[in-house]
């Protein structure tokens, strides 16, 4: 503030008070006020505008602050946080900001796979496992365990004419079957008519509705079966996760088992019982000597929920599996014959194309991450320099940045001597941006300096 200013309201400030408190004392007070008054309020007013007479600021010497705050002209241009981009680095440096904002904002949060070393950058990432893939080993292994095991079975029905059916039943659950049959047609033909589960409605005689709900992977569905109602038993349905695939002897293999799923929830309302099917499905071979025929074994572990009679269960075993592999038997000879399973070969065709597509994403990942990587690495050099050139800057002062336009601005509001001390007097009784504890202490003791006497004369004046 240039001194033309500061001399004529300087003087403003000394006279009013004096004149003020001397009104006030003679038409209000009637002369209780001494000389003692008049001082302590000069005082007042000249540690109140303080800056109109050059006097440090006593907030600084009774409170003083842990941190000094630099003014925020000195530092406006110097921001150099990553989260604000390379835009506000170009601010300081003059260099034209060149990161996209996508980058910046994957450099800002990088994923959680990549993992930054003193000696680098090394990616380690976590292998996506396949839905339900525990499901599928579980349902595999018991399939194989049940296969496997032979002295756990009881032979309750066979034919050998037209062609072998051989129906097993476990010793100690009713409802579990397996069945082993020699069928007419090549083991791809065979398979692919038995893994498709909407034709199962044209062999299977205990279906009454079969679909497939959704496909979680190639080669993965799950799939909804409800079968026919048999007196006295009411209809069941299940919901079920199946999968297909060839072994490695070369024997195509089908298996399921019940899971839960949103798709299907129970159908209580129709009294359509919900079975669990504990494992399911079908292993399919050449059959030796015969080229054009193959070796079914089927099982199936259901737990039908409820109380299902004696009688039921042994038609189930006796007459309805049996005739399900005869039905089959009249379907397949006269389909095309052919050695590789079509179903597999779509299966496989779309693991191959997630593999790719998965592999293309994988590298564009890893190049965009180097890429990253790389930006975050040359937003932090730049960072270090900005700030050190903004130190270099603060400690020889205003060079770096001149504030021509901000002196403009403050000289253009203090061209007037009624405006400045408005300014100030508003400042210092806590309208200014931030108030100190020393100037509020100051704008009470004015306070309690006008108020006082004149409270004191009332209830004089009471009494």
Known sequence: MGDSTQSPLAMLVLVTPYTILYLVNQLFLNGILDKVHYVFFELIFV???????????????????????????????????????????????????????????????????TLTTSTGLKKIKKKKEQPYARELVAMEKKFMDYIDNKDI?????????????????????????????????TPAVTFDTLSEVSRRLEW????????????????VKV??????????????DTVVLGTIKELDDGRYFNVTASIEHSLMPERTKEKI???????????????????????LVQLMDADLKGWIPDKVI?????????????????????????????????????????EA?????????????EEEMHDLKTQREQSSGVLFHARKANEHGSR?????????????????????FWESFKQNLGYGSSPTKANRVVVMAIVLAVLGPTIARLRRRRR
């Open 47 to 113: 540690l109140a505008f303080r800056k109109l007479f050059g006097l440090p600021d006593l907030s600084e010497r009774l409170f003083p602050a842990q941190v000094a705050v630099q003014s925020a002209e000195t530092m406006r241009p110097v921001k150099t946080t990553l989260a604000n981009g390379t835009a506000k680095l170009a601010l300081v440096n003059g260099a034209p900001a060149t990161t996209s904002k996508k980058k910046l904002k994957k450099s800002v949060t990088p994923k959680v796979s």
């Open 153 to 185: 079975w009881v032979k309750v029905f066979e034919e050998t004419s037209p062609g072998l059916i051989e129906v097993y039943q476990f010793k100690d659950r009713p409802m579990c079957y397996k069945v082993i049959a020699v069928m007419d047609n």
């Open 204 to 219: 299977d005689p205990l279906c009454e509705e079969a679909r497939t709900l959704t496909e979680v992977s190639p080669g």
């Open 223 to 236: 799939q909804y079966v409800r079968t026919r109602a048999m007196w006295p038993t009411s209809s069941r």
């Open 273 to 295: 019982v919900r079975m669990d099917m504990a494992v399911a499905g079908q292993i399919i071979g050449p059959e030796p000597g015969q080229p054009n025929k193959c070796r």
């Open 314 to 354: 042994q038609l189930v075993s006796t007459k309805a599996v049996p005739e399900g592999i005869r039905n089959v038997n009249k379907m397949i000879p006269g389909l095309e014959h052919y050695q590789e399973s079509k179903a597999l070969e779509t299966v496989l065709a779309a693991r191959k194309e997630v």
């Open 357 to 369: 597509k998965a592999a293309r994403d994988s590298d564009n990942e890893a190049e965009e991450e």
């Open 400 to 420: 770096h940045f001149p504030s021509n336009g901000s002196d403009n601005a403050v000289e253009k509001k203090r061209s007037s001597t009624f405006r400045v």
